[in-house]
């Protein structure tokens, strides 16, 4: 069964250092996401793309964040100048469509130190 | 805004117990409402939804009922395994009252079964 994935597993940074965190989506999807857990806290959605272009954010996705599609695979998220608060399990997920069901990748735990 | 409660884990059964993971939700509109489990080292998986008042959801043994007059969608299973182990999202989403497709999360109650 085809399945999002995600990487790295686990990334640890500095604050201030710059982190690309990695996903493939399920390949005929045409709807991405990003969200992040926050320990002990709620799943937040951070940003949805569609066609080349942000489609929906919210207020967390700040210019700190930025997302990219380099390839016909790849979906990125960038986080410029990381702070503490950023640490967090950062989930991928994609959808056929937008109102279908999302299919989400294991997640990547940041931590920044 | 729209919002989900779930109750505090870890819920900790024996095998074959019976299970209730307790959610409420806050939604101007008429939302539909899922549950997502997320087994380790995994990503989240839809487990079930409903999508209006009195509907039941049911996959895997595990049901919800969508109860809009105490605004609630409880997780319950008859008979847990071990291999149920996992963390359990209530979610919404209330794209018809001018919200979104994107669903909003509750905090996830983990689930831990012994044999």
């Known amino acids: 069964e085809p399945e999002v994935t995600q990487t790295p597993s686990h990334q640890v940074t500095q604050m201030g250092q710059e982190v690309i965190l990695r996903c493939v989506p399920i390949?005929?999807?045409?709807?991405f996401y990003w969200y992040r857990q926050i320990l002990g806290q709620k799943v937040e959605f951070l940003v949805s793309f569609y066609n080349n272009e942000i489609s929906e954010k919210s207020e967390i996705f700040d210019d700190q964040f930025s997302v990219e599609r380099p390839d016909g695979s790849n979906f990125t998220l960038k986080i410029r100048s990381t702070k503490l608060e950023d640490s967090a399990m950062y989930f991928c997920?994609?959808?056929?469509?937008?109102?279908?069901?999302?299919?989400f990748g294991p997640g990547t735990r940041l931590l920044v130190l | 805004g729209d919002s989900v409660t779930q109750m505090e884990g870890p819920v900790t059964l024996s095998e074959e117990a019976f299970l209730t993971i307790n959610c409420t939700y806050t939604?101007?509109?008429?939302?539909?409402l899922f549950w997502y489990v997320q087994y380790p080292g995994e990503g989240l998986q839809l487990l079930l939804k409903a999508t209006k008042a009195d509907d039941k959801g049911s996959n895997k043994g595990f049901e919800a009922t969508y109860r809009k007059e105490t605004t609630s969608f409880h997780l319950e299973k008859g008979s847990v395994q071990v291999s149920d182990s996992a963390v359990y999202f209530c979610a919404l989403s209330d794209p018809a009252s001018g919200g979104s497709y994107i669903p909003t999360f509750g905090r996830g109650t983990s689930l831990i079964v012994h044999p």
């Open positions: 939604a101007t509109g008429y939302p539909s």
């Open positions: 390949s005929n999807h045409l709807y």
């Open positions: 997920a994609s959808s056929p469509d937008r109102e279908e069901t999302q299919y």
